[in-house]
């Protein structure tokens, strides 16, 4: 069948602003985006600028806003989005465009570098084995550990769109993970820069970054759980992890 790609452009050294180029193509309902991508670029328009690497959903470079939604190319077929209208890809929002669907990813990372995401253990020596968790710990974190930093939730978040100095939900779900990991011991120094100025409380449970989130992470309910730290302190660790897997449970339950 022949769909219609209609995509976004910016090339500065070019033009100024963003314009929108339109592709036709005959491809079927099981090809990626992404390769939708590649053959525009490799036999139509070798100028077009995109980011991806594994292909596979695990490297989190091919984030971008398909038919109006985050989304990884990598991850998203023609069939998704049904009917014969054309298919609009742009970059994320929120964050400089540097050419076509790339951005520039630096501010963010740097939000997330900012939460210290990371173990810090201070008694344990190099060359000493593994430091190891229980099961029923790692469980407490585990959804949270399978985040690709893609930023797809970041960049679906209008409080983010409004204030650029917020933290946004990728560096609060790193936060959330970091905070409840029971080997780190620097956790209170996570919480006290959650807790300024530009941390949590920005967050108005608006939602967009869990229904974004190609991983499934319920990053609303990370967001509510550092929420609850800072306000009952770290020591109610168990009401912590109760938030955080309240959705799980929940789909235990129902099972
Ligand atoms: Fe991407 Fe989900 Fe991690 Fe956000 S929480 S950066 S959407 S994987
Ligand atoms: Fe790696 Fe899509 S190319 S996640």
Redesign the pocket.
Known sequence: MLRVFRIQRFNPEREPNQWVDEYTLEVNEDDKILDILLKIRDEVDTTLGFRASCAHGVC?SD?MMIDGL?RLACQTFVGDIPGRKPINIAPLKGVPVEKDLIVDMDPLLDKVKSVNPWVVAKEHKAGERELLMSQEDFEKIED?T?????????TSCPSLWSDSDYLG??AL?MAARFILDTRNEDAEKIIEKVGGLDGVFRCHTIGN?TD????D?D?TG?IAAVKKVLLQGIDNEDKFSNIVWEKGDEKEQQG
Do not use: E
């Open positions: 989190g984030g985050n949270m399978k985040c690709i930093w893609c930023s797809c939730c970041t939900p990728q779900v970054c974004a989130c190609p991983r992470i990053v990370a």
